[in-house]
């Protein structure tokens, strides 16, 4: 099993840039690949980025692609979620999760592991 702890949340005017890390615990981390999810209020949860073990593949929603990078640096135990050109409608509560598998995409219920979420909050 293992454990996520997301950070790096705040509040930002668009245009604006942040940087949300989660750090796992538990297990071995280059066993799990990663996703980033969000969900903002009355919204589902949806996929943002996703990375593979190794960090050699990754996936991107088309809403944020060539705004937001995904990386991880498996011997700090942490994944990255690099927002720029911030927009008002990426405001929302961003989670990490990790499963064992890896799929391009994959969706919130085929992860096995949850962190507790940060918010994020883009002004106008």
């Known amino acids: 099993q293992v454990q996520l702890v997301e950070s790096g949340g705040g509040s930002v005017q668009a245009g604006g840039s942040l940087r949300v890390s989660c750090v796992a615990s538990?297990?071995?981390?280059?066993?799990?690949?990663m996703g980033w999810f969000r969900q903002a209020p009355g919204k589902e949860r949806e996929l943002v980025a996703d990375?593979?073990?190794?960090?050699?593949?990754?996936y991107y929603a088309g809403s944020v692609k060539g705004r937001f990078t995904i990386s991880r640096d498996n011997a700090k135990n942490t994944v990255y979620l690099q927002m720029n050109s911030l927009k008002p409608e990426d405001a929302a509560v961003y989670y990490c999760?990790?499963?064992?598998?890896?799929?391009?995409?994959?969706?919130?219920?085929?992860?096995?592991?949850w962190g507790q979420g940060t918010q994020v909050t883009v002004s106008s």
């Open positions: 990375i593979s073990h190794s960090g050699g593949r990754t």
């Open positions: 538990g297990r071995t981390f280059s066993l799990y690949a």
């Open positions: 999760a990790g499963d064992r598998t890896y799929k391009s995409g994959k969706e919130a219920r085929e992860y096995a592991y």
